[in-house]
């Protein structure tokens, strides 16, 4: 995680530093550089470096050759354009010992396919941009498309003696691949920097880096990660020890824990690679560009004029980020870019008098549209400065997930938001800042929790009932994530009872079923479920209420497919206050309430 943050601010920086570096040297400029823009086929080899969990103890891979081939078409004046790569790398396993173990009651084997490694194809397409500077050329590509992967196979297997039969038989298979297919097809992301030195204006050599990851989000059949589930050692089995089984008792659990964990990674690297561009296209063509001593345009002369464009949301005026703005103009060609947090899309430089059509979009609902005339660049101004807008009636939700402990931003959680009303489901996964954003429809009820393995988070609870759209556009919230560990406890939020009842609430139903997700996601989570009750009431009464309160979201819990003995339900009453609220105590309602609450505690994980 750490390295791929490093990577993408790398990129990120450079990548800003080439757009600012491009824009002074044309305002410097008396001469303004006009290209056509030019094609370029790029043929490169190299190294790639796995990273994270593909690299460590899931797998297990090396270092490996990565050999591809690209296109790029740059449009008119030659620095954006859109690319195309493909490519093929490999990384060899790290060897597992398969000599036969034997003991004194049995042996153990490990077996592996003849593909001891990942072999993976890669097709990918997205936006170029390129800055020249005398024979260097500083590249900045995104790319997104098509992985096509080869995984290996292997099987640890554990042979005992059968004690009624006197034979050897399969007690158990520690370790194995559990892949639904080995050449599963997923969603990839591709990013990188490219070095170009020019021999010619039409040969280069070039020095490349990028970094490359598997979305895990699966194409056709079989899912797209690499998965692995085993067994966990819990001591080692000597040469001399005797395992067996008779009649259907085994001590093998002695060895090995009895349940199997599933792990999973996908294919990232880091590459590093060398290779030749040839170029095809036209010559740059130079326009003298004059102006007075002052530095000011003479715009009646036909002269260039900086475009300036800002997208707001129509019923609030507020500057909206993410949208796609389109400046188009037949006789200049098309400008796209996003909207920043200030709603400004990119500037346009040094524009040519025309006619220009200015349009946008986000979440798939089109802005109102703008123009600019001829004559726009005829006035005293400097910058033609245009707003445009979009009616969306729906609010926004940016929230941001963070780890529980430090509140620090964590990136690459998935979240799940579910509409009440109709129980439909959209999930996205937090950027590089933590972010993610959802559009919530006026006068409704979601939920938002975080889905993710080795994670907790609440069902946190969001409505936009009673908020006016005219007034309110954006609607915020941060979602806790915690690291599931042994002995961890967490309360759950928003599970009501009604009074002097134990039945699940369709409310609290919601919040079970977050848990549901979050033991399957973790099958060898066993917890503890309890309930508490405040101080007012028997004793005795506040201790069986809760008891029936806590059997009953295990109940439910096991209505959902979780098996029973990896649950214990717990109700403590009132002995486990978290306040000084006891018995003949004046306290509010709100301190009460802090006592009313129902918990879990990772018991085995």
């Known amino acids: 995680m750490i390295m791929k943050k490093i990577i993408f601010t790398f990129l990120l920086l450079l990548t800003s530093a080439c757009f600012l570096y491009a824009q002074t040297e044309t305002q410097l400029d008396s001469a303004a ?23 460590g103890n899931i797998g297990r891979v090396n270092l490996g050759p990565v050999i591809g081939l690209g296109i ?27 000599d036969t173990f034997h003991f004194a009651t049995g042996f153990r084997t490990m077996e592996m396919s003849d593909a001891k490694g990942f072999k993976n194809y890669a097709l990918s397409i997205g936006p170029s941009y390129k800055f020249s500077r005398g024979k260097l050329d ?13 995984f290996p196979q292997y099987e640890q297997q554990l042979f005992v003696l059968d004690m009624v039969s006197n034979t050897y038989v399969e007690a158990l298979k520690p370790m194995y ?21 020019n021999f010619t204006e039409n040969i280069g050599l070039f020095l490349q880096t990028d970094y490359l990851r598997g979305l895990g989000e699966k194409l056709g059949e079989g899912k797209s990660g690499f998965y692995v589930s085993s067994n ?8 001399f020890d005797k395992i067996y089984i008779r009649n259907d008792e085994t001590n093998v659990y002695d060895y090995y824990s009895k349940e199997r964990t599933s792990q999973q990674t996908f294919v990232q690297a880091f590459n590093v690679s060398l290779g030749l561009k040839i170029s095809f296209g036209g010559k740059n063509k130079t326009k003298e560009v004059s102006g007075g001593s002052s530095g000011k345009l003479d715009n009646k002369n036909g002269q260039t004029k900086e475009i300036l464009v800002v997208v707001k949301d129509k019923r609030t005026g507020l500057a909206l980020s993410g949208v796609k703005v389109n400046i188009s103009s037949k006789e200049n060609g098309d400008f796209v870019s996003i909207t920043n947090s200030n709603g400004e899309a990119d500037r346009i430089q040094n524009a040519k008098p025309g006619a220009y059509i200015i349009s946008g979009d986000k979440n798939g609902l089109a802005t109102s549209i ?36 430090t509140q620090k931003p964590i990136s690459g959680i998935s979240t799940i938001l579910t509409n009440t009303s109709n129980n439909s489901v959209v999930n996205q996964i937090s950027d590089n800042e933590g972010k993610f954003i959802y559009q919530l429809d006026q006068n409704r009820d979601y939920t938002v929790v975080a889905n993710q393995s080795g994670k907790y988070s609440q069902t946190e609870l969001i409505s936009t009932k009673g908020l006016d759209r005219n007034k309110t556009l954006f609607v915020t919230l941060k ?16 599970i009501f009872y009604d009074f002097d009842k134990s039945n699940i609430r369709q409310d609290a139903a919601r919040v079970l079923d977050n848990l549901v997700n979050i033991m399957k996601k973790n099958p060898s989570m066993k917890i503890e479920l309890s309930a508490h009750t405040d101080s007012r009431g028997n004793d005795n009464y506040n201790l069986r209420l809760s008891q029936q309160r806590a059997q009953a979201a295990v109940n439910y819990l096991i209505s959902k497919g979780i098996k029973q003995n990896r649950i214990t339900a717990k109700g403590y009453g009132e002995t486990r206050l978290v306040n000084g609220c006891g018995n003949g105590i004046t306290c509010t309602e709100e301190q009460h309430e802090q006592n009313r609450r129902t918990e879990i505690k ?4």
Not at 76 to 89: L, P, Q
Not at 377 to 402: C, H, P, W
Not at 602 to 605: A, E, G, N, S, W
Request: proline share 3%; glycine share 10%; with cysteine.
């Open 232 to 239: 966990s050692v819990l001591k080692e089995i000597q040469e």
């Open 479 to 494: 979602l806790g994530v915690c690291p599931i560990e042994e002995g961890a406890t967490f309360i759950l939020k928003n």
């Open 602 to 605: 990772v018991l085995k994980y």
């Open 370 to 405: 703008a123009t600019i005339e001829p004559s726009d660049f005829d006035k005293d101004n400097a910058v033609i400065y245009k707003e445009i807008f979009q009616d969306d009636s729906r609010f926004t939700l940016i929230g941001e997930t963070m780890e529980c402990e």
């Open 138 to 150: 500083i590249e900045a590509f995104l790319r997104g498309g098509i992985l096509w992967q080869s």
């Open 177 to 197: 691949t559990d892949n639904e297919t080995n050449n599963p097809k997923s969603l990839m992301g591709l990013a990188g920097v490219k070095f170009t030195y």
């Open 33 to 55: 550089s006009i290209h056509p823009g030019n094609t370029q086929i790029n043929v490169y080899g190299g190294v790639s470096m796995p990273l994270g969990t593909y690299k």
């Open 72 to 98: 790029d078409h740059y449009f008119k004046g030659n620095h954006w354009g859109i690319g195309m790569d493909f490519r093929y790398f490999q990384h060899t396993m790290r060897k597992f010992n398969t």
